[in-house]
C-alpha cells in the first residue's frame, strides 16, 4: 500500500462516515458538515487516483464534489439569510 492508497481509503472514510452519521441521525443533510464531510472525501478519493487513475471513479468523484460544493453554497447562503 502505498501513501496515495492510504490517501484514498481516508476519503472513503469520510465518505462513508458523512452518510453513516446521516442515517444515525446525528446531522443534517442540508447542514454544511455533511457537504463538508462528503467534499474532503471526494477530493481525498480524487488525490489517490491522480496516481492510479480510473475514467469512472475520477467521472463519479467530480460529481460528488461538484454536489458537495453546491450543498456547501446552498448551507452557507440560508445561514446567512437566516442572520438577516
Known sequence: MTIYD??????VAF?????????????DSRGWRYSALNA??????MVSLYFTFNLASFIIECAWLAISVYG?????RTRGGARQ
Open 6 to 11: 492510504a490517501i484514498g481509503i481516508t476519503g
Open 15 to 27: 465518505v462513508l462516515l458523512a452518510y453513516g452519521l446521516l442515517q444515525v441521525e446525528k446531522i
Open 40 to 45: 474532503v472525501g471526494a477530493l481525498l478519493i
Open 72 to 76: 456547501l453554497f446552498k448551507a452557507w
